[in-house]
C-alpha cells in the first residue's frame, strides 16, 4: 500500500461508519470514489477521502 491510498476499512473508521453504511454510500455516490486491486480489496486516495470528509464537516 502506498501513502496515497488506504484501505476501505481505514476510511470506514475515518468516517465512524459501518461497512453496510460505507458500501451504501458508495452506492448511491454519496461517498469517495475508489478501485480495487487484483486481489479485489478496495483502496481509496487519501486526498479523495480527506476531501470527503471536510465536505462532511461543513454540512454539518
Request: glycine share 4%; hydrophobic share 35%; net charge positive.
Amino acid at each position: 500500500m502506498s501513502s496515497y491510498d488506504i484501505q476501505e476499512s481505514d476510511a470506514r473508521s475515518a468516517a465512524q461508519a459501518s461497512r453496510r453504511t460505507f458500501y451504501r454510500w458508495r452506492e448511491i455516490g454519496k461517498a469517495p470514489k475508489g478501485f480495487h486491486l487484483p486481489n479485489g480489496e478496495l483502496r481509496i486516495y487519501r486526498s479523495d477521502l480527506d476531501a470527503w470528509l471536510a465536505s462532511l464537516r461543513r454540512a454539518a
